[in-house]
């Protein structure tokens, strides 16, 4: 059997490796299919704003986590209308992002909860989270939890279900509270506790009519997701320019969540804008590298994603937009839980918020070693063996979930601009504790001009008006 190479190891089996919860790399892959995933949904899916992307994207975060399988228990088959599946009937999507629909779930194994199943799907698990949500924010319960559902925009949607998957993988892989406690957060006040009233924030009623996405690898996927999760009126309204140089290899399934098997050797912007046209967006293709050359002309988007891995880009984003939001995730054997928002302008510029560091130097954890001895075991040049396990140590550990939430924070940003809220230079959270988020506003900033928006289709009654009455 040829030895995985760098750009094929899976960069969630990497993650128990550096935390030495693997022998090696067969170890790695075999804990992962392992790990089930099992999620209940009650009959209120068709009608809830969130509820359907809170299921998508455990599914589609999941069983990039999780290889052993995805087992959904439903109590009806209603047609869904997300952006991602609209038109599909539920079975439909649940097969589309790789999940099985069973009769009964596995008691002995760990669940998620969304919405009220029907009784004869409520097993009795040890584990079992319940998602919940509420205006512009998202959470989850343990099993003795009260949290309910409310009405609540798509992306609080999307943090239930990645927070949902984060907690079930740490707990599986052994940690004490994990999957034991409500967590959750705002996507309106984050530095708010996301259960106190003053962080449901306002109804979604614009949408960002053009942006730029700069860098289209794991975090530029999950800020893609995240718009697509977004209800647009008209969807054509939404111009996408798309900016990245790079093609998919077979390590970016483990992460993108716009990623498929098939999409290897693909270039990632031809993958993402597919995936954002069959929504009805439009898109422009800049296939090259971000750099201090690429500007965006007048009639062009101020606002900008950056989803980047290295400091020098984003040391390029400078002054070209008027809003540009840089999400960065952290690395090393729990630092992948990670994640640090930026926004600009603000007190930081790009120059000083990404200046230089030395990379952090991880002791080579003993699957590493192991890995090194099966390897000349099986014949392969002891130098050959010790260069390609060093450039295996060296890939970054990763998380589809993780990305998730950092996209929701990072389209939430825009968001709060067309809405009136706050501006934060950074925002930084820790998946270990998710409750712990700590902010900075940005100091001295007016409030930029309008970006341009498209109005959002929204067919329940306003958040604001809810809580009034």
């Known amino acids: 059997m040829n030895a995985i190479g760098r750009d094929e190891l899976n960069r969630t089996a990497k993650v128990l490796m550096d935390g030495n919860q693997a022998n090696n790399i067969d170890d790695a892959y075999r804990r992962l299919n392992d790990l089930v995933l099992q999620v209940e949904v009650g009959p209120d899916i068709a009608t809830d704003l969130a509820a359907q992307p809170a299921l998508l994207t455990t599914l589609n975060t999941g069983h990039r986590a999780m290889l052993g399988g995805v087992q959904v228990a439903i109590t009806d088959n209603p047609d869904l209308s997300l952006p991602w599946a609209r038109g599909q009937k539920l079975v439909e999507a649940i097969g589309e992002f790789r999940g099985v629909v069973v009769d009964q779930l596995d008691p002995d194994r760990p669940a998620l909860r969304i919405g009220t199943p029907l009784p004869r799907h409520q097993a009795r698990h040890e584990v079992r989270l319940n998602l919940a949500w509420h205006g512009w924010c998202g959470g989850v319960s343990d099993s003795t939890g009260t949290e309910s559902c409310e009405p609540a925009i798509p992306l609080a949607g999307v943090v239930a279900g990645a927070l949902g998957i984060s ?60 718009l697509g999760c977004l209800p647009y009126e008209r969807p054509e ?159 970054t550990a990763a998380a589809s979930f993780v990305g998730a939430i950092a996209g929701a924070l990072s389209v939430a940003d825009l968001l709060r601009i067309l809405h009136g809220g706050r501006h934060y230079a950074t925002i930084s959270l820790d998946l270990r504790s998710p409750d712990n988020i700590l902010t900075a506003l940005a100091i001295g900033l007016e409030q930029p001009t309008n970006p341009g928006f498209a109005p959002a289709s929204i067919p329940t009654p306003r958040l604001d008006e809810d809580r009034a009455a």
Not at 168 to 182: K, N, V
Not at 246 to 263: E, H, M, R, V
Request: charged share 20%; aromatic share 8%; glycine share 10%.
């Open 167 to 226: 907690e079930l993988f740490q707990h599986l892989l052994g940690s004490p509270i994990a999957a034991r406690r409500t967590v959750g957060l705002s996507l309106w006040r984050p530095d708010l506790g996301w259960r106190s009233s003053d962080a449901l924030g306002p109804a979604l009623q614009f949408l960002p009519n053009g942006l730029w996405l700069l860098g289209l690898g794991h975090l530029g996927q999950a800020n893609a997701w995240n």
């Open 237 to 395: 309204e939404l111009e996408v320019f798309l900016v990245e140089f790079d093609q998919i290899i077979k390590a970016n399934w483990s992460t993108g969540l716009l990623t498929d098997q098939s999409d290897i050797g693909r270039y990632k912007t031809r993958v993402v804008q597919a995936h954002l046209e069959a929504l009805g967006h439009r898109t422009r293709l800049a296939e090259r590298r971000f750099d201090d050359n690429t500007i965006p002309l007048p009639q062009e988007p101020g606002l900008a994603l950056a989803g980047f891995d290295k400091p020098e880009p984003r040391r390029a984003l400078g002054k070209k937009f008027s809003r540009v939001v840089d999400a960065g995730l952290g690395a090393g054997p729990t630092g992948y839980l990670d994640m640090l928002i930026h926004s600009f302008p603000s007190q930081l510029t790009p120059m000083t918020a990404f200046e230089d560091h030395e990379k952090a130097d991880y002791p080579l954890a003993a699957a590493y070693e192991s890995e090194i001895s099966q390897r000349t075991g099986q014949g392969e040049p002891p130098g050959d063996a010790l260069c390609g396990v060093i450039e295996l140590a060296g890939a």
